[in-house]
């Protein structure tokens, strides 16, 4: 699962539309994608606000407008009143930023609730793609003698993820150099082995990637090798 | 010369004697050697049918199996310097934790485990190396996670959890997947073989790059192969349960009972 496809389920998973596969995978990825999850969060705030209006959408009260509004029809009935009073004055050219501000925004309530919706929903947009930008500048190139290297052919959907996996492999990794030197030799070694196992899976992942970018077997393989070196760290931490 | 000649052989007879006299007792002293660096405990505890056991092992055996007594039996062989443990009941579950009672010891001898527990128990059970034995439980849940090397095999399995992972080892599953139930299996290097009734009904998720994955009488039309076959989606049946098979460098293998 990636975020792209993820974002374009994801108003299906609320609507209930989805098969119990898709969920899965699509709760799976959630979990782990905060990106995902704050599109998630906020597309259910629009539809929890809009199920509890039921459409009926009480506007805040704008003193200072509604006396505008008043004040102005008053002048214009009281010049009218007065012929005369009121002298014609040379007519000026508006420019759009005169037509803009004097424009009257009267908006029917639906479409004020349209327009706060729109607005949340460019804004999560702007900061997902706000966050990838800086997710995949910062792993960008970004070589760890503990994890593989990520490059610039892996999909940039896998950038965040691989980015807090490194981190929990990194700290795990700190805790086993501190206990390691307690351990038999046995222990060491089986622990060596088996993390060059995962490590096998994980660099014959990227390789993958590395020829067919888009491939999701690939993907998800990788992901599992890079949880499974984090469980393997994290396990023997413990000793 | 020849008192010198005695003298040699007389020394070269001792010599003679006292190696055979070592050879002789060297069997014996190891042997007595191997009594002392083994420890041999068992405990029993009464237990009900809704028994859990909670296992965390550092290394060693463990083997699991059931039996029609209400009651658990523990039985560990320890290696030297043989690790502490006290087995705890709380409630309906008895809880083994060697890693929390040994944890900053560095150096631990293996602890192999023989439990035997009514059948309708589940199990927990966690080992950073050896081989995990479970057999003939029909409770509502199995786990047996090995964090590095070791066999797992599950055999005479009916439980609606199922969980097996191991990084280098083999998998072996034999039983039954209950309706509704949910069995994950995945392994590093292993294979992972996974022996059921012929008329079992899931949704299988199984993947493996090195395409390994037979599925004999198991495979049908509605299966999706993806990644060149790197992976296979598709049901069983009308797919009551979700079986999910992952391994990085082995095989999958479906036999049927």
């Known amino acids: 699962m990636n975020c792209e496809l993820c974002q374009e389920l994801i108003s299906d998973l609320l609507d209930g539309n989805l098969s119990r596969e898709d969920q899965l995978l699509l709760n799976t990825h959630l979990e782990q994608c905060l990106s995902c999850a704050e599109v998630r969060n906020d597309l259910n705030s629009i539809l929890v606000f809009c199920h509890a209006q039921r459409g009926e959408y009480a506007a805040s009260p704008n003193e200072r407008a509604m006396w505008l509004r008043i004040r102005n029809t008053i002048e214009s009935e009281s010049g009218a009143a007065v012929p005369g009073a009121a002298k014609p004055r040379p007519e000026r050219r508006e420019g759009f930023w005169d037509r803009f501000m004097s424009r009257s925004w009267q908006l029917s309530l639906p479409q004020v609730a349209a327009s706060v919706a729109a607005v949340a929903v460019v804004v999560s947009l702007l900061t997902v793609v706000g966050l990838r930008g800086i997710g995949s500048l910062g792993s960008k190139g970004v070589a760890n003698a503990d994890g593989p290297a990520v490059t610039g052919t892996t999909p940039a959907f896998n950038l965040d993820r691989m ?73 023997f931490s413990e000793l | 010369m020849k008192t010198n000649l005695f003298g040699v ?53 463990i083997t699991v199996e059931s039996w029609d007594r209400e009651e658990i039996r523990i039985s560990a062989v320890l290696e030297s310097p043989a690790a502490h443990f006290s087995p705890r009941q709380m409630g309906d579950g008895v809880i083994i934790d060697v890693i929390g009672e040994n944890r900053g010891r560095g150096d631990v001898g293996a602890v192999n485990f023989k439990i035997q527990l009514p059948a309708s128990s589940s199990v927990d059970l966690e080992t950073r190396r050896g081989d995990i034995h479970v057999s003939n439980v029909r409770g509502g849940s199995v786990r047996a996670r090995v964090s590095s090397e070791g066999d797992i095999d599950l055999t005479g399995i009916s439980a609606s959890q199922v969980e097996a992972s191991n990084t280098t080892g083999n998998i072996f599953f034999d039983g039954e997947f209950a309706r509704g139930g949910t069995y994950q299996f995945s392994s590093g290097k292993g294979d992972i073989s996974i022996r059921i009734p012929v008329n079992s009904a899931f949704h299988l998720v199984a993947a493996a790059p090195t395409k390994n994955i037979a599925l004999s009488q198991f495979w049908n039309n509605r299966f999706q192969k993806i990644g060149d076959g790197r992976k296979m989606v598709g049901d069983v049946g009308d797919g009551r349960s979700s079986v999910t098979v992952t391994t990085f460098g082995g095989s999958i293998t479906f036999l049927r009972k």
């Not at chain 1, 807090?164 to 089986?190: F, G, L, P, V």
């Not at chain 1, 060596?192 to 096998?200: A, E, G, P």
């Not at chain 2, 070269?12 to 660096?37: E, N």
């Not at chain 2, 041999?40 to 909670?54: D, F, M, Q, T, V």
């Open chain 2, 9 to 61: 052989q007389l020394k070269a007879s001792r010599a003679l004697r006292l190696s055979v006299l070592v050879a002789l007792l060297l069997p014996c002293l190891s042997a007595t050697g191997l009594v002392q660096a083994q420890q041999h405990i068992s405990k029993r505890y009464p237990a009900g049918k809704n028994l859990r056991l909670e296992l965390k092992n550092i290394s060693g055996e």
């Open chain 1, 163 to 235: 980015s807090q996996q490194q981190q929990a492999i990194n700290y795990w990794n700190a805790r086993i150099e501190t206990n390691k030197a307690r351990w038999s030799s046995q222990m060491r070694d089986t622990f060596d082995r088996n993390l060059n196992v995962i490590d096998q899976a994980v660099n014959d992942s990227l390789r993958e990637l590395s020829k067919n970018p888009h491939d999701e077997v690939s993907e998800e393989m990788l992901n599992a090798a890079l949880n499974e070196k984090i469980a393997l760290l994290k396990e």
